[in-house]
């Protein structure tokens, strides 16, 4: 919440002047203080905000702001988040899961065995392909590949383990 203080929004942010070097103190002679005899100062003469974009400011709106007006697109009624929820990780990000301790254990192993990394306990759905994998199989359990990730962890002599 804002205090109510006697300056106007925004003139904290700027030096304070004394009132008597002010434009004002010299315009009060003058009887209409810089705005004119004809025009006359009144409050909003054209409507406060955005008052006006389909009327009198419409050229404004059109030629600064344009498509500000309108719909685009097709209405989806009930749209439902939870199944079009796809978490995805790249393959660049995978040992990083498994760790690096984890990672030199198998590497020194010789009988064959890979370490299995279950990314939907990390909160991941899908395995996208980008970056590069180190040449050291690994079994990875995830709901859904992109062909370039399954070929990227086939090529590196892993397997890809589909879960529902």
């Not at 760790?99 to 065995?113: F, I, M, N, V, W």
Request: charged residues 25%; glycine residues 12%; proline residues 5%.
């Amino acid at each position: 919440m804002r205090l109510q203080s006697s300056m106007p929004r925004g003139a904290d942010r700027f030096v304070a002047q004394p009132t008597a070097a002010k434009k004002h103190r010299k315009e009060r002679g003058g009887m209409h203080c810089g705005n004119g005899r004809i025009g006359k100062h009144r409050k909003h003469p054209s409507g406060r905000g955005n008052a006006g974009g389909q009327h009198m400011h419409r050229i404004a709106f059109d030629k600064y702001h344009p498509g500000y007006f309108g719909k685009v697109g097709m209405r989806f009624f009930h749209y439902k988040k939870n199944p079009y929820h796809m978490p995805t990780v790249n393959v660049d990000k995978l040992w990083s899961m498994v760790g690096l301790d984890q990672r030199k254990e198998y590497a020194k192993k010789s009988d064959g065995t890979v370490p299995l990394l279950d990314v939907t306990q990390h909160g991941f759905f899908k395995v996208l392909g980008k970056g590069k994998l180190p040449q050291q199989p690994i079994a990875i359990k995830a709901k859904f590949f992109s062909k370039q990730a399954e070929e990227k962890i086939k090529n590196a002599g892993g397997a890809c383990l589909l879960t529902a």
